[in-house]
């Protein structure tokens, strides 16, 4: 079993390589549900459901949401005067609307999201981080608190921010099927997805990161900044706003305490005497996923590098 600590886009692109080169029903992909919002009453989980349709194959060009979209609610919501920054297209609405029904019927998110990746197909596991709400909430420069949508979505993640917190944390537990993927997986592997808003919400779960920090010899990162940047999002501002190196070796700093192998890109490989020095095995590679055979090769020369640590397995 392979266990992927999973925010969105980024750890979505990596399950759809590692499904082709291990069998799709060994991954158990572990998904930040700290960007889960309240839309118009309707319960969404944005990044469950960019891995979801990912793995389904259904999802947009944009990396989140639906192919073929079509947006008549939300034109009709805008006739209304009711708010429209947030993108939810008309066949997305289904999932929000039956994942809204489902918990409301006294069923757990992990219940539902596997009942919905089982519908569409998927063969992989997705579970939630945890059954319990968890809301990524950053401080702006200025001082207003706002959770993660707004400011991502809205603010379009233009305006800087000066913290972080994870409302709820304290009173949520993991998933059981979190737990035990990550107990039993052999490898674990972290995403390259936003160290601090997708990583962070699901590290920030006690019982995780005491796990992880036990099992650190099995886990492997791989870094979502190359060349000081971030692909897509803000990871790359939000490491600097927060005090950190906006590089591989940032990241590296900040996951140290949970991994003992980091995958960075060709364009850092500088970088790569540092970050060992921290205590990582290194592999510098390729790490920009443009299709389904690079994030193939990408995520088989992940699980080589975790496979081949130098501890005794038996
Ligand atoms: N991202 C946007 O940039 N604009 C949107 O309007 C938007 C809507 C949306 C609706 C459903 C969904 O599952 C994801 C959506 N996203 C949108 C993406 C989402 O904000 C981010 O991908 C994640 O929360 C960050 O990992």
Known sequence: MIAVLSGGVGAA?????LVDVVEPESVVAVVNTGDDLRWNTLYVAPDLDTVTYTLAGLNATTGW???GESWRTLETLDRFGAPTWFGIGDMDLATHLYRSEQLA???TLSEVTAAIARSLGVRANIVPMSDQPVRTMLTLDGGDEVDFQEYFVHHRHSVAISSVRFAGIEDATASVGALGALEEAESIILAPSNPIVSLGPILALEEISSLLRRRRDHVVAISPIIAGAALKGPADRMLTELGHESTAFGVAELLAHVASAMVIDNADAALAPRIAALGYRVTVRD????DRSTSAALAAATLDL????PIDRA
């Open 65 to 67: 949401g639906l192919e």
């Open 306 to 309: 975790v496979q081949t640590l």
């Open 13 to 17: 692109r990596l399950l759809s390589g």
């Open 105 to 107: 019927a006294g069923r």
């Open 287 to 290: 790490t920009v996923m443009r």
